[in-house]
């Protein structure tokens, strides 16, 4: 068994998910408090004006994504390509954070634009260079699925986290200023020490193949290749979902299910439903593989979701074990999608002889930020032309064709990805003849050379569970 494909030990395993937790407490707020924040009283712009910017400044982030991707492909150092460019992002995302989430009073729109593309600088010379590192730090078609579950599961943990942060300040009365600088200092506080043991503990493979390939094979490889094409189809289709549901969720609790003090708590029901259910998934991906995986977290969520027309209107306990159930696959998709793109990236590899999965996360990063940009846009919009508006009192044939739309358009979506998921060529026997190539030709470039940093096996088998606590704990 090569170094690839052995368990990574969970001291690795945590060090590597451990991040996800501060960049989700603060995508969380970037998405839902920062445009509230800058058109309230306490900032003083329009409406109007906070959209165009967080929009354009949205699109500009975007293109931020595939040049992030290509320098932490090519640029070798002697400490590696990925944990360079992550040490210049971290001080450079903590800048534009503080900048953007504690302005000093009344700012102009260009404070805010120069701010925010500082952040989103920042937040891409993190983000796409870990994603990329977790396909790397195991070769295993099952190991993937774990380091990447594992990150998922970190991922909610925040974004539940943060969300306690401004219900709590809310209560006390304090003004949306001091909540937002309250989420930001705790971004800061988490992210700065997670990073830095990411950097110091997880170690990188030596790379032995080219590191880049011309733009146009790469762009024909992504337009050519079947799992790559599914994975991005599906992963818009999934953040499309997400988004819209996120931006409904507050509107659905308060008026479909007539639950307006309850909102809050009840997404953080759905959240901690998925965490918890996590470790299922992962199991349940190495009994069937990933994409039979996440068809079946596909079909379970289009099967629970009829269950909320059985909330009696005004039942917080009702609610609350109802999207419990409901929010038990909020985890799979978006971990299986990352494990499998880590597995097309093995194909590119094959295909092109270049280790550069950067760039293979980058276009995935960009599917995720697209599908929840025009998320917001598809279900305001089509709640509009359903006659529902939250700006006035709703009647109650409005309010009804919220609690469809909020329904039924995730089971529309649902159904879509898993058409696209039919045929799923990259099981796992393909990638493991895939890595074995792979493994081949780097052994053949560097004959003397340890193809990846040996790392121990763990004395005792032990759940992924107690292993991933006593990292933290440690």
């Not at 500009?60 to 640029?75: A, F, K």
């Not at 380091?147 to 925040?158: C, L, P």
């Amino acid at each position: 068994m090569s170094a690839g494909s052995k368990r990574t030990p969970w001291q690795i395993v945590t060090s590597y998910v451990l991040p996800s937790f501060p960049l989700a407490a603060l995508g969380m707020p970037i998405v839902v408090h920062l445009p509230n924040f800058y058109a309230s009283s306490e900032v003083g712009i329009s409406f109007a004006t906070v959209g165009a910017i967080f929009g354009f400044m949205r699109i500009l982030d975007l293109l931020i994504d595939p040049v992030t991707g290509y320098i932490s492909d090519c640029w070798r150092t002697r400490i590696g390509r990925r944990k360079p460019v992550i040490a210049i992002g971290l001080p450079t995302i903590v800048l534009g954070l503080w900048m953007v989430f504690v302005p000093d009073g009344h700012v102009s729109v260009l404070h805010i634009c120069f701010w925010l593309f500082v952040m989103y600088l920042g937040w891409s010379s993190i983000v796409v260079p870990h994603l990329s590192w977790g396909s790397e730090i195991s070769g295993d078609y099952h190991e993937r699925s774990r380091i990447y579950g594992w990150s998922q599961a970190m991922t909610v943990a925040g974004m539940m986290c943060v969300l306690i942060i401004p219900a709590i300040l809310e209560l006390k009365h304090f003004p949306l200023s001091k909540q937002v600088m309250a989420m930001a200092i705790f971004s800061i506080l988490t992210m700065v020490p997670t990073i830095l043991l990411c950097l110091f503990v997880v170690p990188e493979p030596e790379v032995r193949l080219k590191t880049q390939a011309p733009l146009l094979p790469t762009l024909r490889f992504l337009l050519k290749n079947s799992a790559v094409k599914r994975i991005m189809a599906v992963d818009l289709l999934e953040s499309t979902n997400q988004g819209a549901r996120g931006a409904l969720f507050l509107y659905f609790a308060t008026l479909a299910l007539g639950l307006s003090h309850f909102g809050g708590s009840l997404l953080l029901v759905y959240f901690l439903s998925g965490v918890i259910f996590t470790p299922f998934w992962i199991s349940l991906s190495k009994r069937i593989g990933k994409h039979r995986t996440l068809s079946v977290a596909f079909i379970y969520g289009v099967a629970t979701a009829f269950l909320l027309f059985l909330i009696p209107k005004g039942s917080t306990l009702g609610a609350a074990i109802i999207i419990a159930i409901t929010g038990a696959s909020y985890g799979a998709p978006a971990f299986l999608i990352r494990a499998m793109m880590a597995d097309a990236a093995d194909a590119d590899t094959h295909e092109n002889d270049a280790e550069r999965a950067g760039m293979m996360y980058a276009f995935l990063s960009m599917t995720s930020k697209f599908g929840i940009g025009w998320s917001v846009t598809i279900a305001f919009g089509a709640l509009a032309l359903l006659g529902f508006n939250p700006q006035i009192h709703n009647t109650t044939g409005a309010i009804e064709n919220l609690r469809l739309f909020y329904i039924l358009l995730p089971v529309l979506l649902a159904g879509l990805s898993l058409l696209s998921l039919w045929g799923y060529p990259l099981n796992e026997a393909r990638q493991r003849e895939l890595r074995a190539e792979i493994e081949r030709r780097r052994e053949a470039s560097d004959p003397n050379a340890v193809l990846l940093p040996t790392q121990p096996a763990p004395p005792a088998p032990e759940t992924d569970s107690i292993m991933l606590a006593k990292g933290i704990a440690e």
